[in-house]
């Protein structure tokens, strides 16, 4: 009997990774992209995979954890990074590619692969059978509308604050303190105190600093409740003393007093590592984040994994939704890719759609869906996007932060390099032990599909 075919809706990287991935393993795909018929404000061509935001890939680097998953996708034969080193221009250690290359290389492997069909329609509802939607972070007015009817509206989000976070080791100590205001519910935040001077010129360097402007697209209407700190100080020099720097039901140890202003981190995973700039989103440009934020006490040396930003954005509330495995908990041959689950980059959009296809086409084979290793830039992320932890959801990018601490007592590069070793490693015996790699002959690499 044929196998009826798998739906793939969207065919940005994660979806276009998601129906190569499906497809190299004799799956047939029906991929559904509603460019042309219908477009998006960010987007101006047909072509799939198309680099919006950025004609770069971020660092290729195995000292860097995004350049660490570029290595595990290209071990299983990812499409996207097979384009991206064929598209690559020069850019030091970044993967920079021609952009326009890049996503005609993607499109036509994808076209021209027999097992893949190609939809150009606008999918106004999700399909009954096995699907992967990777529908990225302008999914259609309708298509949203389907998906709160799935997932309930409360666990559906379209706009995106995220504040900074930084490894809980590179927080000094000896100037900031663990406490809770007016000591309830224990130790649970650190807090850096500033005294009245500092704090006004910290306030004079977010005014300052320069920052992202908006696309044209994004409308800036801003909430209360995810207000960047940039608009805050704008209202007066003293908004922010009384807003998420506020030091009510704070004393510091050392002094005795209660601070001028403190900036407080909450613990942003379960292990501990990594902790949230509490009310800190921000559109300053990263290079600017970091020379700012660093001015606080007791943040002069932090190592940031992810920094803040505030931008328009469709991702669910995954800790609560998916499964490690990328399905959807109540149905199980439906799974989510992409930004839309809370991974924050292209790379890792790509990833989560192929890490989608291959458990798809297990489950299609009557095997058991897999989760990568912890170890693992992958594993780690995905861990990340589907624990439920002590958090308010918000995306996060693949960063050596997520990943379990090595044994050995390493530091800077040092530590980073043999975080990346032990993560291909990890990788590597788990395409072994899984059989990642078998059956894996249909369309063998796309650069035979791209000149068949």
Not at 252 to 258: H, I, L, M, Q
Not at 276 to 293: A, C, H
Not at 295 to 301: A, D, T, Y
Request: hydrophobic share 45%; net charge positive.
């Amino acid at each position: 009997m044929e196998q009826t075919p798998v739906n793939v809706i969207g065919a940005g990287l994660a979806g276009s990774e998601a129906a190569w991935q499906l497809a190299r393993r004799g799956i047939r795909v029906r991929l559904s992209e509603m460019r042309p018929a219908a477009t998006t404000e960010a987007h101006r061509t047909p072509h799939f995979a198309e680099l919006v935001c950025s004609n770069s890939l971020r660092n290729a680097s195995l000292e860097t954890a995004v350049g660490v998953l570029k290595e595990e996708m290209r071990r299983l034969g990812s499409l996207i990074i097979a384009a991206a080193d064929r598209a690559r221009v020069p850019a030091g250690a970044a993967l920079a590619v021609d952009r326009d290359d890049f996503a005609r290389f993607v499109t036509r492997a994808l076209e021209r692969h027999p097992l893949v069909e190609v939809m150009r329609e606008e999918a106004a509802a999700i399909p009954a059978g096995p699907a992967i939607i990777a529908t990225g972070p302008l999914t259609s007015p309708r298509l949203a509308r389907e998906l709160n009817r799935l997932i309930g509206e409360s666990k559906l989000y379209f706009y995106d604050a995220i504040a900074p976070i930084v490894t809980a080791e590179s927080i000094d100590l000896t100037v900031a303190f663990k406490a809770s205001r007016w000591g309830v519910g224990g130790d649970d935040y650190v807090n850096c105190p500033l005294d009245e001077a500092r704090y006004h010129e910290f306030i004079q360097a977010v005014m300052a600093a320069d920052k992202v402007a908006a696309h044209p697209f994004e409308k800036p209407i801003y909430f209360e409740g995810c207000m960047p700190i940039e608009e805050m100080a704008r209202r007066g020099p003293m908004t922010l003393a009384f807003g998420p720097m506020k030091p009510v039901g704070l004393t510091d140890p050392r002094t005795g007093r209660r601070p001028y202003a403190v900036v407080q981190l909450r613990q942003d995973d379960s292990a501990g590592r990594l902790y949230n700039i509490v009310g800190f989103q921000t559109k300053m440009t990263y290079p600017e984040q970091r020379r700012v934020l660093r001015m606080i006490p007791g943040l002069e040396r932090a190592e940031f994994v992810r920094l803040g930003s505030l931008h328009r954005n469709t991702f669910i509330d995954s800790p609560r939704l998916l499964r490690p495995t990328l399905q959807l908990r109540g149905r199980d041959e439906l799974m989510l890719a992409g930004q839309m689950i809370g991974v924050e980059g292209y790379v890792e959009s790509a990833a989560a759609g192929m890490l989608a296809a291959i458990n798809l086409a297990r489950i299609a084979n009557g095997r058991e869906p897999t989760a990568p290793p912890r170890e693992s830039a992958l594993g780690s992320l995905v861990a990340y996007v589907t624990e439920p932890a002590r958090r308010d959801f918000q995306p996060m990018n693949a960063n050596f932060g997520l990943m379990p601490p090595i044994s050995e007592r390493l530091r800077g590069r040092e530590k980073k390099i043999a975080m990346g070793r032990r993560a291909l490693a990890a990788f590597d015996q788990w395409i072994a032990r899984e059989g990642l790699d078998d059956g894996c002959a249909a369309g063998a690499s796309p650069h035979e599909a791209v000149s068949a």
